[in-house]
């Protein structure tokens, strides 16, 4: 990079000058030079005042431009300019058309931006300025175009040409070449614009809209896989019928096609007709394919064709305005995942997902708003913030304007905007008309970065039968936002008498930095059960009695709050021991020595959980987990790696011995013999019998090693040979070992299975883990050109590895560092999604984040280092 990149600010957003009204493309594709021909209609906007003799600014990068031709006129050089940033010329009248013709190479786009070959297929990835880098074009959300493509091939090597809405025309061409057109009658900006081609198997059926129309739906793949499709077709059709029930939505064209690629920078990427997806949120079946791998496909599935109407048809304005797309469809998909499986356990797994990424985020150098004021690279602010705090937002709405107040306010929305680029205010305003409501306040979320920190205050009168709740709330500053505001947000409620009965259940409206409520008819001394359902996105600051916790653990009528105390008594717990231990010079035993009426305490409430057979089996699960060694480092400053990792793994082994009969009573009584199937009684089964046997093992006693060693061999599903290959993974166990080179002999030509092992190694507590990975990087399987494999190893062991990546000796860091460099040469937006365990250096002792800081500097210190490392990496260290 040969100057600092600019950043783009949202308050210096102008309408187009130019607009788009139709594009045709002409692809000849070809692996090392492919030839586009576009030709856009285009047309000065009335807004901006533009017309003849204007300049005309088209996008374009790295790729390279043979001719300009304007209204059948081709230019001479001497009447355009080019630059790294595009193209610029003269419009030669209001009305107009450009023809452009460019070549670039797809075999080596290792960014995976624009047309890039996965395997041996040709596919697209324009979100969010990929497009660019195939035509010149403005490459702007709020340019909207019909589409009409025409693709050429090679018709032995891509017998499938797939693109955007309808095929309206085929056939062959001299040379052994073929040639198919496709036409979107919808318009849309230019990051939906998709194109695939190669030789891929197809996996076919139908669904039936709510007004009687036939949609064909196709799943394209590699050779050999289409028998993992069966769940991801399940999981489109559910997510359809679901649309058209909840939401009153129905699909618009004749054809969904989804096509699996091995090469993906994201998850998968809602193209107009035509989603593209990481093959690993496709391909399932019980042999390669865990619970969890089975939940995150239904997931996936159903969040990118949500992205039909809240995304496609009506789309972002501008790039800031993000999460209007991402925040909406976030929450629809989870609400489709509660609905199809249990609701509580669904929202443990968002607040977990919130808490793991979001909140760190909003804690941290890179804080910013859920729409954000500036960028340097829009690739970087696909953050869990415009995803999932952008979610929680719309929660929020729909839980202050209740089932009826939201949907009215999405039929508006909907109804208001089809066909047009709007902002996260239109949606809000939508919301407000629809409802007759002012959320002004409420739009803070949008703007102020940081997470809210409340506190809570009870006193219960028991004369006059009243209990008043004084609620405060404070944010820290965040970078770029010292001053803070209240915001408006709904906190569900409940008081509990003593029998656990709901005494009040109520949701109330919190608008001020310090507010009471008072609840007449209290007829008992409460226990508070405070932000049920995680109904706000907040820290809680007060510290609730222990044995208050204990009582909502085993009486809560409110599952996640239930859950909750179970995680604030563990956190409390292992949080006092982990100073004990730095105090004791690292003496595990005497962690705990002052500690044990609390342990006993503990380990009693979770075998009420356990053993209580009313208790959904997947909650159970999820309810015996300890909070997780990342999650307590963001509790603690400074964080001490090692010692989290020791108090943990104590207080496992602790639990693991006092529960033992227990545990291996739950281990064989969950025990099936029946066929697997991913639905979630039977998910729930497994998982509860795999916490088991974490466990057990846990325990230190050698036969239930033994066990798991059995369990993997004898294992008829993915899933329960995981939970066993999880457990070995940590021990010097000769079955480790053992276990490991079958998976590996097994899944040696399976991409995406392979995966699992090359994180399982990352992941390990053993001392030998660092060594390992560096050996993992020579195998045959692994490449820093696939960014599944990249994460796999390399990101799993910074974020799912503390205990290695905070090495004291700095080692993790100086190895990831190098992995990133390397990276950034590579894929740029994966590097820069990756760096961010390097930015939390605050959080640790001076040493660490010493060598953290250095490692960044090393960073930002590589020739030509790229735009989206560089705003990340800088960032970072200048907090």
């Known amino acids: ?8 600010r949202r308050e210096d957003y102008k309408e187009p000058d130019f607009i788009v009204e139709k594009v045709e493309l002409v692809f000849d594709l070809d692996r090392d030079v492919t030839n586009v021909k576009s030709r856009l209609f285009m047309a000065a906007n009335p807004v901006r005042g533009t017309g003849k003799g204007d300049e005309v600014f088209l996008h374009g990068e790295d790729m390279k431009l043979r001719s300009v031709t304007l209204n059948e006129t081709r230019l001479a050089s001497s009447d355009f300019t080019v630059d790294q940033e595009g193209l610029r010329f003269k419009a030669p009248g209001q009305n107009f058309i450009a023809e452009l013709e460019t070549q670039i190479s797809p075999a080596n786009n290792t960014r995976l931006e624009g047309l890039y070959v996965s395997q041996s297929a040709f596919c697209t990835q324009c979100e969010a300025e990929g497009f660019r880098r195939i035509t010149y074009f403005p490459d702007r959300p709020d340019v909207m175009a019909t ?8 018709k032995e090597s891509c017998p499938v040409l797939l693109s955007n809405g309808n095929l309206i025309d085929s056939g062959d061409l001299d040379g052994g070449r073929h040639f198919a057109v496709w036409e979107d009658p919808f318009p849309k900006p230019s990051y939906l614009f998709a194109l695939v081609a190669g030789d891929l198997a197809c996996v076919e059926d139908s669904f039936k809209t709510m007004s009687g129309r036939d949609v064909a739906l196709r799943i394209f793949v590699e050779h050999g896989n289409q028998d993992r499709c069966d769940y991801a077709m399940d999981s489109l059709k559910r997510s359809m ?5 909840v939401y009153g939505l129905e699909y618009d064209l004749d054809l969904f096609n989804i096509v699996a690629v091995s090469d993906f920078n994201m998850g998968a990427m809602e193209n107009k007709s035509l989603n593209v997806f990481n093959a690993k949120f496709v391909l399932a079946r019980p042999d390669t394919a865990t619970d969890g791998d089975y ?13 039909n109407w809240s995304g496609n048809r009506v789309t972002c304005r501008d790039w800031f305005q993000l999460s209007l797309k991402e925040g909406l469809t976030v929450f629809r998909d989870q609400e489709f995942s509660a609905d199809q499986r249990s609701r509580p356990v669904q929202r443990i797994k968002d607040v977990n997902a919130l808490r793991a990424a979001q909140f760190p985020e909003d804690a941290g150098p890179l804080a910013h708003p859920v ?5 340097m690279e829009i690739n970087n602010f696909y953050t869990a913030t415009v995803y999932e705090k952008g979610a929680e937002l719309i929660r929020m709405m729909h839980t202050l304007l209740g089932p009826d107040g939201y949907r009215k306010g999405i039929d508006l929305y909907f109804d208001r905007h089809d066909g047009q680029a709007v902002t996260c205010d239109d949606f809000a305003k939508a919301m407000e008309d629809a409802n007759g409501i002012d959320f002004t306040q409420l739009k803070l979320w949008y703007s102020q970065a940081g997470t809210p920190k409340l506190s809570w205050q009870g006193d219960y009168d028991a004369d006059a039968k009243q209990y008043r709740l004084t609620i405060s709330q404070k944010t820290d500053p965040t970078p770029g936002q010292p001053d803070k505001k209240p915001l408006h947000m709904p906190i569900s409620i409940g008081l509990l008498g003593a029998d656990g009965s709901d005494l009040v259940a109520k949701t109330v409206e919190l608008t001020e930095a310090s507010q009471e409520f008072i609840f007449d008819g209290v007829t008992e001394a409460p226990v508070l059960s405070f932000n049920r359902g995680f109904s706000a996105p907040v820290n809680i600051t007060t510290d609730q009695p222990d044995d208050e916790l204990v009582f909502l653990m085993g009486n809560d009528s409110d599952a996640f709050n239930r859950w909750e105390a179970g995680q604030k008594y563990a956190t409390r717990l292992m949080l ?23 342990v006993d305490a503990f380990i009693a409430a979770m075998r009420v959980t356990l053993t209580n057979d009313d208790l959904d089996k997947a909650f159970r699960a999820d309810a015996l987990v300890l909070p997780g060694e990342a999650f307590l480092s963001e509790q603690r400053k400074p964080a001490n790696p090692e010692a989290i990792y020791q108090v943990r793994t104590a207080l496992r082994k602790r639990i693991g011995q006092a529960l033992s009969d227990d545990f291996a009573n739950t281990y064989h009584q969950n025990a099936s013999n029946a066929a697997f199937t991913p639905d979630a009684t039977s ?4 998982a509860l019998r795999a916490t088991a046997l974490g466990y057990l093992v846990a325990s230190g006693a050698d036969e239930f090693a033994d066990v798991a060693v059995a369990q993997y061999g004898t294992a008829d599903n993915m899933t329960d ?16 070992e053992t276990a490991l080179a079958d998976f590996e002999e097994r899944f040696a030509n399976d991409g995406v299975v392979l995966d699992k092992w090359f994180s399982l190694q990352a992941m390990s507590s053993r001392d030998d883990t660092l060594a390992r990975i560096k050996d993992l990087m020579s195998h045959p399987a692994f490449t820093m050109r696939n960014p599944n494999k990249v994460r796999a190893l390399i990101g799993a062991f910074a974020m799912g590895n503390p205990r290695h990546f905070h090495a004291k000796d700095g080692s993790g860091y100086a190895f990831y560092a190098d992995r990133l460099i390397e990276l950034d040469d590579i894929n740029p937006q994966v590097a820069a999604r990756l760096c961010a365990p390097l930015g939390k250096w605050a959080k640790y002792d001076a040493d660490r984040a010493d060598k953290m800081k250095a490692e960044l500097n090393r960073i930002l210190a590589k020739p030509e280092i790229s735009r989206d490392l560089y705003e990340i990496a800088s960032k970072s260290v200048a907090s």
């Open 576 to 598: 006092s021991a982990i100073a004990t231990y730095e105090a004791n010079g690292g003496d595990v035993d005497a962690a705990f020595a002052d500690e044990q009426a609390r």
């Open 295 to 307: 939940e995150r496909i239904e997931s996936i599935v159903a969040h990118e064709y949500f992205h």
């Open 721 to 736: 040979q995981m939970a066993a290959l999880s457990v070995l993974n940590n021990l010097d166990h000769p079955g480790r």
């Open 147 to 154: 589409y009409k493509v025409t693709i050429n091939a090679n």
């Open 1 to 8: 990079m040969s100057e600092q990149p600019q950043e783009i």
């Open 683 to 686: 998910a729930g089964q497994r």
């Open 241 to 245: 019928k679901w649309d058209e029930e």
């Open 371 to 375: 729409r954000p004021d500036s960028y």
